[in-house]
């Protein structure tokens, strides 16, 4: 059974900085393509940022490119979201997703085969 748990959540001030963390079990992360997407109250689930399967390419939402950075540790089977330069418009639930397959559309929901269960960023003004 595969899980994905995130961590990392909370609140913090504008212009702070949080770092997201996303454990798997029983999938191998780099194996696969991993991302992080976000969803706020009344909104569509937005694409935050994705890692190739051999983690040597990354892509960003336009949101927030040059803030948040996706990275992974292998050995201990987790990826990260390191945000940045928080703004109120971040607040959201995040996710993170393992890909379907070793090739995706990184910004396709249907790419994903997995999803977490969401942790709260709250960025207050």
């Known amino acids: 059974q595969v899980q994905l748990v995130e961590s990392g959540g909370g609140l913090v001030q504008a212009g702070g900085s949080l770092r997201l963390s996303c454990a798997a079990s029983?999938?191998?992360?780099?194996?696969?393509?991993t991302a992080w997407f976000r969803q706020a109250p009344g909104k569509e689930r937005e694409f935050v940022a994705g890692?190739?399967?051999?983690?040597?390419?990354?892509v960003y939402g336009d949101s927030v490119k040059g803030r948040f950075t996706i990275s992974t540790d292998n050995a201990k089977n987790t990826v990260y979201l390191q945000m940045n330069s928080l703004k109120p418009e971040d607040t959201a639930v995040y996710y993170c997703?393992?890909?379907?397959?070793?090739?995706?559309?990184?910004?396709?929901?249907?790419?994903?085969?997995?999803w977490g269960q969401g942790t709260q960023v709250t960025v207050s003004s």
């Open positions: 029983g999938r191998t992360f780099s194996n696969y393509p």
């Open positions: 890692l190739s399967w051999t983690g040597a390419s990354t």
């Open positions: 997703a393992s890909g379907r397959w070793r090739t995706v559309v990184f910004g396709a929901r249907s790419s994903y085969e997995y």
